[in-house]
Each structure stands twice: as C-alpha cells, then as structure tokens.
C-alpha cells in the first residue's frame, strides 16, 4: 500500500491522520480557539462577556475516577465529595474549556459559545502549569469517537499558568522591573559610616562608567581595549543601550542605589533585577541618550512586561476576564468543574469545602449548577446527560427555548467541540422558565433576579450529578426509601469474598447477628467493601462493638473469622482526607485502620465524633 | 470495542501521501486496522532475522523532578525509579526492526515496522480505570517531532499483558462456573417481594396468559398439525418467535428491564417447559428469550450448551484483545538477539506493559527478563566498553542519533553519499510491503520506527568493527553467542548517569571502567551509609548554607558533599559512617527541646520553621518505592504518610547494647504503652512490603534509643 517516495528535503510525517467529520455534530456554530487564533480572539470574547446576563462553563477533562469508590456518590457528606473532587482535579487535566456567555430574553437565549483547547506546556521551562497529568483511557477514546484531535490538542493547545504560579514564575524569571514610586522610598534614612562608604563607592563606578560610555574619544579605541574597559567597569548591554550592574546586599542598599541615581536621574534609568528566591539581586542602571530616549525606554519596557504576562498567562486570561464581569456563572457539575478551575487557574486546592467555597467565592461570587435548579422541580431522577435532561423536560413541560447563536461560521469545520456549554445555556433557559425565573423580570428588576437566582447560587454539593446507578437490581427497595441517613448509622463493611452480590451479602448479615433483625440495608461501594445502613438509631455502634469484641459468636464469628471487618463512617472520612486512594476502598479502610492505630486514640477520637456528629443528613432517597 | 475506526480515514492519509510531495524513509506504519496482516508478516521476518532492533516512545520518563536519575542513586533504588516511570507513563509508539544478513546482496535487509499502540479497556471484567500518566515536556517534545497522536488514540493497537488475560481468562471460567443454581435461587428470593402492587400483578397474569397461549399453539401445530397461528398480532414486534438452538423460542423485545424481571419470574413459576435465558447476540447488545424445552435434561443441555458458548465467545474476546502483545510474544518465543539504545528503561516497559507487574526487586526483574529475553545487547553500552569502537566514535557522544551519523553516515544520507564509502561499512536495505529501497530520506528522529532502524545499523556497524564477519556468519547460528560479542551480551546501563552495569544473565553489577575516563567525576565516591537525606528546610538555604550550618556542628571536614535532590530536599554526605547517626541523635533532641540552647545552636537555622526533617538513606528508598508522586519531594514525604521529623539509626555494633535495653525497658515502663508505640512503627513499614524485617527492627531498636534518651 506504501508507495515509493520520491526524495525531498521536508521531514514531515505525512501520516498524520485527519479526525473524522461527524455530521450530526454541526448543528450549532461554536467557535474553536486554539493557539493560533486565540489573541485576535481576545477582544471578541471580552465584548460578549461583558454583554451577557450568564456564563455557562463546561469541561472536558482527562479522567474523572480512577476506582468506583473515587466516585462522588450519594453516601458522601460534603467533605468527603470535596475530597473526591479535589483528587480528581489534582491529576486530571483541562484538554477543553468551553464557555458560553448568554442572555436570556423572554424564550429566547442568545449565546455565544466558545471551545478552547488548552494544552499544559511548559512555556517557561520551570515545570509549569504542570509537571505531569493523568489520563484514563476511556475518556480519551470517548473523545476519539467525537473526532476530538488530540495533534491540534497537543501542538496547538493554549497553555497557561494559575494565578499563584504566575506570581512564582515573576520571582523565578528575574526580569528586571523598572522601579515605580512606590518602591522608592521617600524619607530619606538616615546614613551610618558603613552607608556613606558604599554610597561614594558606587557613585563613583557609576560616573566612571557613565563617563566612559559618554566620552566620544574611546569610540576609536580598539576593540580589544574597549571590551578591557568593559571588563573593568563592569558595563554591560541592556538592548541596545549600555547598562551597568551594581550588586546589593540588602534591601537597605538597594534604597540606597536608587537615591544615588537619582543624582543621574537625566540619563540613568534604574531597573531592580530580582532574585530567584524573592527580593532584590542588583540594581542595574541603563544610560539613555535623552529625555525621549528614556521615555521610549520605558514604554519599551511595559510593552514587554505586558506581552510578556500574556504570554505568561494564557488562557487565563479569558479566566480573568469572567472573574472581572463577576457575571453568574452557570455549570453542569459544578463540584467537579470548580475544583478543577480553582486548581489549574486559582491556586492550589484548600484542605476541606468550607475553604475551597470561600476561596472561590472571591473570583466568582455567583456560580449557579443546573443539577440543583432540577431538583426543584421535583423528584427528577438523577439524571448525568444533559441532552437526557433536556429531552427528559421537553415531555413534560411546554417550556420551548430558541437557541439564538449569532456567532459568524466556524472556520474550522468539521471540529466542532464543546456542545454541551450550549446545551447548559438551554437547560438554563427551560429551567428558568420553567421557574418562573422569568427573562422579563430578570430585564425589569436585576434585584429580583439576583434574589431569585441566588436560591440556587453557590450550592455545589446538594446531590451530586455523577453518581452511578445502582449496579445491583437487588437494592431497588432503596428507590422507595425517602428518609434521610445520618453517618452515624452507616457501617463500612469489607473482608468479604469479591464479586458478592449486596442481596447475598444482606442474606447472610441477616442472620448472623440480632441487631440484623430490625430493618437495615445493604449497598456495594465497590466490589471489595459494601455498607451497611442501620434503620435504627444505636445500633451501628452496636454492631461495631459486637465487631470488635470477643464476644462475637455464631455465623457472624464465622464470617469474622473468614476476614469481614467493620468500620463507621469516620473511618471512611479519614480515608478521604489523609489522601490514601487505593484502587479498592478495602485496601484503603485497612491501611487507614492500621495507621490511625498508632496515633493515641483518645485524643483522635473525640475530635472525630465532634465532627461527625455536626455532619448533615445524607440523603439515601435517590440511591 | 467493536466498533471500528473507519478505514477510509486511514485510506485517505495514505493516498495524500502518494499525491503529496513529501517523501520519507520507509517505515511500515501498522494500526488497529492492518495489524494482523503486519502481524503475519513481521512472523516470518523475525524468524529469519539474525537481530531484532526495538525502540519505544513513551508519553514520560519521570513522574516527579526527583525521580530523576541521580548520581546519589544506589542500585536498588535506581531499579525503583525505573519501576515508578514504567508504572506510571504509557508506550504509545513501538519500533521493531528485524534485520537478516542477505548473503546474494551481501547486505542486511531490514523491515522497520512502527507500531502504534494504545491500551483500550476492551474487556469489561476489570473495574478499576485503564490510565496512564503524561509529562508536558515528553508530550511537548514528542510534538516537537510531529508525532500523530491521533494515530495513536484513534488508531493505535491495544493489549493484554500476560497477566491481565490469565486474570480475564480466570474470571471468565469462574463466572461460567460459579453461575449455577444459588445466584439464581437469591434472584427469586428478593424477586417475589415485588409482586405486591396491582399493576405488577396483571400484567404478570397477561403475560403468563400469552405464554401459556404461545405454548399451546405451539404444541397443537406440532400435535396436530393445524395452521392456526399465535393469535397475538398486537404484540408481534415484542413477542418474535424465533429458534434457538433448534427450539422454538420467543425473542421479547421492547420490554422495560422491570417487565422483563416479571416475564422471568412468571416463566419461572408456571412453566416449567420454558426457559428464560438472557443471551448475547450479535452487536454485543443482549437478547432475552423464552425457549421451550422438552425436559429437565433438556433445559440443562440448553444451559450448558449455551453458558459454554458464551464461554467460548468470553474466551475468543479476551484472545482478540491481546492485540500488540503477540510482538512482544513472538520476540521472546524465537529468543533472538533484541537490540536497543541505552534500553533498561524501555525493558522495563515491555516487561509491565507485556507480561505483568514489575517485580519489587532489581534481582527478581533482572532473572525475569533473563528468561523472556535470553539475548539482550545495548549499543550504548557497546559503543563506551570497547576501545575499537570508541575510537571509531572520535570521543563523540554515544547518542543514539550522534552514533548513528558517526557509524553509519552512508545510512544516515542515504545514496547521496556514495562517495563516503572509503570505510568498510555494512550495508543495509529497507524493505517495506515487499519494496526494496537502499537510498531514501532520512526519518524522523524519536519515531520508534526509525530509531529501532537507527539502533540496528548502529549494532551491525559496530559488530563489524569488531570483526564479526557476517559473510562468515551461519544463518543457524545465534549471533549472540559469537565469540566477539559475548561479553557485551546481556548487559544494560542501570544508570547511565553513574555509570552502572547490570549483568541480565548472571545478576552482576560492575561499574563502567572504560568509560569512566569520557565522564567527569564531578562527586567524590559515594558511600550510602554516610548520607542523610534532609528535607523540608526553609527554602532560602542553598546547599552551600546547608554545608557550613552542618560544619559549624561537625568541624569544616564532616561534609563532603550536600547535593539537591529538588528545592525541598538534600543529600548530605558525611565524611563517616557514624555521624550520620550522631546528626540524627542531635537532630533528634533538637526537634524536642525548644529551650535557649537549642535555638542559638547552629543547627537551628537549618531546623527553622520546625518542618526540617532528616533520615537515613534507607528512608529515601522507601519513599522512591511509593506509588505517589508529588511534584516537591517534602510533599511526597508527607504524602507517604511520614510523620516524624527525624529517623534515627543504629549501627549494628550498638544493636547489642541496645537489645537489653529493650528487656530493661520492657519490664519498667507500662507495657501497654509499649506495645502501642511498636504498632506505630510496625506499621509505618508495614505500608511498604518490600521493606525488610532486618530494617523493621532497626525502626524499633531506634524507637527504644529515642525512648532511652527521653527518659
């Protein structure tokens, strides 16, 4: 089938595969940004932002759980979600970030959706935005089957850096800053001898330097001499115009520097060369040739911070621009996606929610998630597709939306990602008609729809949107279950032979042990460790006891003895928060057991039940 | 997966390629789509071949900047970074190049295949997730040389290690074992509790009167032979009679999976001439039907008629699935030489991408791989150990794509260099769906396919410098066990940085002799006893502060050398052996009292900010053994799930001293304490297995020496 080739120069691999055109994909125009048009771009985007009533936001990650049991499933309390979440968002990464500014009016949405492929490339050199990220097969073939190509991914990708990694890539790259007023100090410090002596040293380097490069004669020096003289005074090139070097210990002495070259303020223009690990290294003085030569330096240098901060910043600089409009920002599966956006465009992840909400909350004060503007419209099934959602309301209420995307045609057919930014807007857009959250009243009052809205605001764990159905028909019963669990009475269980089915595994709870009398229920977290839900209040802890003493004798004995283990919810919080995430939730309970042991206990232990106790409700209705 | 990529796609980018003007060198480029009859092929030219060359592209090397390769790496350690980075990054490109000697051309003739590959979870028995790490700068590098990483996710030929289909194979047969009577007899249990609602209820009587229907028509048209046919027309799309197995059966379509539980029920409890089955069809979507049956015998020879085909089809899906591996298999079947480029690193690969989990020692690895691959030759070994080739090299870098220009620059250019031939070279011919070419473009650097061309011509260069006559060479004969080779055979670069040789066959390490002179010492000899790792110090000491903090302690003598691991953490080398432990015991008071003295000590800028932590090198090995990889070293210590500050260590001349301590101990101090405090440290290894117990016991002897001290 391979040819013969003729010579040629070029070394191109010809191979690469186009991806495949998928017809039913090209209903709405989305507008795909990549390296190469993302600067002309720019503008474009931040009009629409600022014009728009919402932004809808959605991602296509890497991965998304590793193990069922990494999963946010309905047994998580907002912590242990969080703590999912935050794993998920420290490995995977961001391939595409769709957003979609809109404005609703009356039942029409207005949109203007963008696909951004992002790539993490190490611009700097310095092991940024990130050293490595994970990836999981399934997702990328799934993106494969959309035709997504990963070589304009890859090669084209728009990288960026996360506000608190751009303020360490600053330090780190050294470029010399130019000193603002507020940097020189104004009172003038009183000098000590030490001072004085280092003043007069420095100013005369500094007048035999200028001197130097001033005085017209050395010009027909020969080139030898002047590279000798260069040497010696220690001058060097700043561009085109000759600068010079003066090293400073301290900042003392940098404030020093700079109220000497004042002296020279004519032709020298100071610049702060800083050091890699904060603070000043040398204070270097460029000679201009004139007051506008000074100027055009000057210009020359913010130009070039400038440009370099956006080359620095990338794609967050669309980030920033929807963090400034302080719009409402509106998600699929806000947990995942936020956490994701907090930790490649934010900083690092706090430690628990509460910190993470607050966090966020200061660059996007208003984020508000599909997911629970659903629920109250009642007892929806859980639904994780949106076009299933959005069908799933077409049949029940006549809520019809007009799509209105007047972006201009899409230059790069037959790649159009990023579909489901758009489907948000229109769920969006159903769901706050159905609301009664009317466009209208959103144009007479912006009260009211701040106070209508903001019901649903910031709410980013209420049921979670990724929960798998239940595998097992066996816990069907639970369907019927509305009544809320407190932790405290769930119960992990692990030890148990693999690929048990719940319904055999609460057959032979339920006669192994009295407290298995009342009423309880039995689900599988993954297929190494199940719990166990105890109708009754006081008789998780029963059970544990009976567990964990001598005591425990008949058919449970024996099940104990064949490995069974048990452990309350605490145990499971733990796991969570100490980051041990082993493929199956067995290994992880045990590894935790075993190092919670050695801590002394009392002291552990009360501060657990404090925080277990103030735990909410979970709800297990929609299991 | 079923569903395949369209050729047409494939089709296309090899026809731009004719019409385009773009020429390259030859390379079979082999998919998902043309694998098997690659497959066929590569057979017969690896079982011909003298040598096969091999090179692999994968998507990192490193998963944190200090896992890097280290001078400070001692050999077991090294062997744990190289573990981590084959765990962790993925191959996505795999070049195999046999090369046979043509004895009429008096040539080699190669036939560089280049493999995409990519691990689907094409079977769904396991439920933990298929996924890989990336590093940017290995994806940004690859990108920088044009690789297709669409070829590779779209297109790329997935695989089954050895171990992961004997697990699927096992999984299978016991699925097919274990799904007798009981899991059926639980279903029925938890089924009958349904029946309670009214709906349930008649719809369950409706479709009990329709079988019994169906079933009654069906014996009258076989009794009597009268054509009156099932009378429910309404229903004809859901009740589809058809045959199965050579029984009349109904398919049911357009069920909800509730109905379907309560149609099974109802077969199950009034006919006992039907059986329901739920069965794969084609499209891998599954089918539910109701077949009738003359007997109880006949209901289990339908049973296991059909659980052994599914078995079979099980069976054939986890066959099909091997996919990439039957290269890997075919190599190490034909035990031919297998040459690479400085290729520790890429066996490390094959071996737990191919056959199974990387074992947890360097020994266990290294017998292994002796036994898959008894014939092993590095040519960046080869090139630095022999002085003949060395000198043929002119001192210049061992490379693989500097070899290659150096050894073989009439490969390298292609025909345009004819006139170059004044050395006597080896030469080579391209052969690619049977096309001969012996002039052509030079590759693509860093494309497997190529590079494994690249390393074969290098090898069969160098074997001629050696005065391997391969004119003289019989075919039947093992290249490997040529006199002039056999010394170079089965030896790898453990690490190329400080020069370690690992010997596959016997297991020997030797350091690089030749070599050594071509490399600058820049470190004095490294002895790991004398090394203590420090971590989590304030980030404004320079490895030069760290020195003169330690001597101000220990005299200007005591360090030899502070090297950085990363920003967070250094090795320290001590001058002896046993101040590391006097470091850590000072260290160690330190951390406890915070009076005066301890703060103006001169160690105490070093333990500002009270996060300073330091252990033996033992330590450091754990740590590398970990499966986390935080990008900051004092990161993954915490990650690890290290929570003292300072590990203290016995020589082994105190062990003694300290044993009756213990029992001393033992008696005074509260028992329970006692016994609580050695869990901790049991189970702060207890994490790792391959940590020994001799260094177990060590923990323990240090927890009673920091226990005496506090007393």
């Known amino acids: 089938m391979v040819p013969q080739f003729k010579p040629s120069p070029l070394r191109i691999r010809f191979f690469c595969t186009k991806t495949v055109q998928q017809n039913h994909h090209h209903r709405w125009p989305i507008k795909q940004i990549t390296k190469t048009n993302f600067n002309e771009s720019l503008s474009e985007i931040k009009n629409h932002i ?48 769709a957003i979609c500014p809109f404005k609703l009016q009356a039942s029409k949405v207005i949109a203007y959706p963008y ?128 600068s010079m070097t003066i090293d400073v210990c301290s900042e003392r002495q940098v404030q020093l520097v700079l109220k000497m070259l004042e002296d020279f303020s004519d032709v020298l223009v100071p610049l702060i060369i800083p050091a890699k690990g904060g603070g000043t290294q040398a204070v270097r003085a460029v000679l201009t040739s004139s007051d506008e030569d000074k100027d055009l330096l000057k210009r020359e240098l913010q130009t070039f911070e400038f440009e370099q901060n956006k080359r620095v910043r990338g794609f967050r600089e669309v980030i920033d621009l929807i963090s400034a409009s302080q719009k409402p920002l509106v998600a699929h599966n806000s947990l995942n996606d936020f956490t994701f956006i907090h930790s490649k465009f934010l900083a690092p ?66 790649k159009i990602h990023g579909h489901n930014v758009v489907k948000i807007c229109q769920l969006f857009g159903k769901l706050c008609s159905i609301l009664k959250i009317t466009p209208d009243a959103i144009e007479s009052s912006d009260d009211f729809l701040a106070s209508a809205i903001n019901r649903y605001t910031n709410i980013f764990y209420s049921l979670p949107g990724s929960s798998q159905e239940p595998t097992n028909e066996e816990i069907r019963g639970w369907t019927n279950d509305k009544r809320k669990v407190s932790c405290e009475d769930v119960v992990f269980l692990w030890g148990f032979r693999e690929r048990i089915s719940a319904g055999i595994l609460k057959n032979m709870l339920q006669g192994s042990h009295e407290v298995f009398a009342e009423a309880f229920n039995v689900r599988m977290v993954d297929r190494s460790c199940a719990i166990v839900v105890f109708g009754k209040p006081g008789l998780s802890n029963t059970f544990k006891n009976v567990m964990n003493s001598k005591a425990v004798s008949g058919p449970l004995r024996e099940m104990v003895s064949d490995g069974l283990k048990a452990a309350g919810y605490e145990t499971y919080q733990r796991v969570c928060s100490s980051g041990l995430w082993e493929s199956a939730l067995a290994d992880a309970l045990d590894k935790t057991l075993a190092s919670h042991n050695c801590l002394s206990e009392a002291a552990y232990e009360t501060k657990q039940s404090e925080i277990y106790l103030s735990n909410e409700l979970i709800n297990l209705a929609e299991l | 997966m079923k569903k395949r990529w369209p050729i047409t796609i494939l089709y296309r980018a090899f026809s731009s390629s004719t019409t385009s003007t773009t020429a390259s060198f030859p390379l079979k480029h082999v998919k998902k789509s043309n694998f098997d009859s690659a497959l066929s092929s590569l057979r017969h030219h690896v079982q011909a071949a003298d040598f096969v060359a091999i090179d692999l592209e994968m998507t990192g090397i490193t998963s944190a900047p200090w896992r890097d390769s280290f001078e400070f790496d001692r050999f077991d350690v090294r062997y744990l970074k190289v573990k981590d980075s084959a765990e962790k990054f993925a191959v996505i490109q795999f070049g195999v190049s046999p090369f046979r000697w043509d004895p009429l051309k008096q040539s080699f003739i190669t036939h560089p295949h280049n493999f995409f590959i990519f691990q689907r979870q094409e079977l769904p028995l396991d439920g933990a997730a298929y996924e890989f790490l990336c590093q940017t700068t290995s994806m940004d590098f ?86 009156v046919q099932p009378s429910f027309n309404d229903s004809k799309q859901q009740f589809e009679t058809i045959f199965f197995k050579m029984r009349p059966a109904i398919s049911l379509n357009g069920f909800t999976s509730h109905q379907l539980l309560l149609i099974q029920l109802v077969v199950r409890k009034h006919f006992k001439d039907l059986a329901y089955l739920r069965v794969s069809g084609e499209n891998s979507c599954s089918q539910n039907v109701i077949v009738y049956i003359e007997s109880e015998s006949d209901k289990k020879m339908l049973m296991k008629e059909v659980k052994d085909e599914q078995k079979i089809d099980a069976e054939m899906s986890i066959k099909a699935s091997i996919g990439f591996r039957h290269v890997i298999d075919l190599l190490s079947s034909e035990k031919k030489l297998i040459v690479g480029h400085n290729c520790f690193l890429d066996i490390a690969h094959i071996y737990s991408k191919f056959f199974g989990p990387l074992p947890l020692t360097a020994e266990e690895f290294i017998s292994s791989v002796n036994k898959y691959f008894p014939h092993i030759i590095d040519t960046k070994i080869l090139l630095n150990s022999n002085s003949i080739l060395q000198q043929r090299m002119k001192k210049s870098s061992t490379s693989l794509s500097k070899a290659f220009s150096v050894l073989c620059p009439q490969i390298a250019l292609g025909s345009k260099s004819t006139h170059l031939a004044l050395q006597p070279s080896v030469k080579v011919e391209v052969e690619v769906d049977d096309i001969r070419s012996s002039n052509w473009n030079s590759g693509v650097k860093h494309e497997a396919g190529y590079d494994a061309f690249m390393t074969g011509c290098v090898f069969a260069q160098a ?43 016997t297991g020997n390490r030797t350091s690089e002799s030749l070599a050594s002179n071509k490399r600058k010492n820049h470190y004095p000899k490294i002895l790991f006893e004398c090394i203590v790792i420090v971590w989590g110090f304030p980030s404004h000491l320079k490895a030069w502060d760290i020195r003169e903090c330690i001597s101000k302690v220990y005299g200007p003598t005591s360090v030899i050398s502070v090297y950085h691991v990363d920003e967070t953490a250094v090795f320290v080398q001590f001058s002896r052996a046993e101040m590391v432990s006097k470091f850590l015991d000072l260290k160690g008071s330190l951390d406890r009292n915070n009076d005066p003295i301890s703060v103006l000590h001169p160690l105490a800028k070093l333990l500002e900010g009270g996060n300073t932590c330091a252990a033996s090198y033992e330590t450091y090995k754990e740590i590398c053994s970990s499966t986390v990889s935080k990008v900051l070293f004092a990161d993954q210590a915490k990650a690890v799930g290290i929570k003292w500050k300072t590990k203290l260590v016995e020589s082994s001349d105190k062990t003694k001293e300290h044993e009756s301590l213990r029992k001393v101990k033992a008696v005074n101090s509260d028992p329970s304490c006692g016994e609580r405090t050695k869990n901790k440290n049991f189970d702060d290894v207890s994490n790792d297995s391959s940590y020994s117990q001799l260094s177990s016991d060590e923990i323990i002897d240090s927890f009673y020496t920091r226990e005496a001290k506090q007393i």
């Open chain 1, 349 to 414: 992840l706090p430690p628990n929610m509460n910190e993470f909400i607050c966090s966020l909350r200061l660059a996007y004060p208003q984020v508000i998630d599909v997911n629970y503007l659903l629920k109250d419209i009642g007892p929806v099934k859980k639904m994780t597709n949106i076009s299933a959602t959005i069908a799933y309301l077409k049949n029940r209420f006549f809520a019809p939306i007009e799509m209105e995307i007047p972006n201009q045609a899409n230059e790069n057919e037959g």
């Open chain 2, 463 to 505: 074997c001629s410098h050696l005065g391997i006559d391969f004119k003289q060479q019989s075919s039947s004969e093992n290249l490997a066990h040529n006199e002039k080779l056999r010394e170079h055979v089965n030896l790898l670069y453990l690490s190329w940085t400080n020069g370690e040789i690992i010997n596959l066959s």
């Open chain 1, 115 to 242: 696909n951004f492929h992002l790539f993490p490339r190490d611009e700097l050199k310095m092991g940024m935005p990130s050293y490595s990220f994970t990836c999981q097969t399934s997702y990328l073939t799934a993106m494969a089957k959309e035709g997504f190509d990963f070589n304009t991914c890859i090669y084209d990708g728009i990288s960026y850096l996360s506000e608190a990694q751009e303020s360490a890539a600053k330090v780190r790259m050294g470029n010399p800053m130019a000193v603002d007023h507020a940097t020189k100090s104004s009172s003038s410090p009183a000098l000590s001898v030490a001072d004085t002596v280092f003043i007069e040293r420095v100013r005369s380097r500094v007048k035999h330097w200028k001197n130097a490069c001033t005085d017209s004669d050395i010009k027909t020096e020969a080139a030898l001499v002047t590279s000798l003289r260069k040497i010696v005074l220690g001058g060097e090139q700043f561009g085109s115009r000759p």
């Open chain 2, 142 to 227: 690859l990108a920088k040389y044009q690789f297709d990483f669409n070829a590779c996710i779209h297109e790329g030929v997935s695989y089954l290690s050895r171990e992961q289909e004997d697990k699927a194979l096992k999984h299978v047969n016991s699925t097919y074992e274990d799904e007798s009577l009981d899991s059926w007899h639980s279903l029925k249990e938890i089924r009958d509790t349904h029946l309670f609602n009214i709906p349930d209820i008649l719809f369950a009587e409706r479709m009990k009167d329709r079988l019994s229907e169906w079933l009654g028509g069906l014996l009258r048209n076989r009794d009597g032979g009268s054509e």
């Open chain 1, 50 to 97: 600022s014009s728009s009533d919402f932004i809808a936001v959605s991602l296509q990650n890497t991965g998304s759980f590793s193990s069922p049991w990494h999963c946010v499933s309905t047994f998580d309390t907002p912590d242990t979600a969080y703590l999912k979440a935050k794993f998920a968002a420290e490995r995977f990464q961001i391939l595409q970030f």
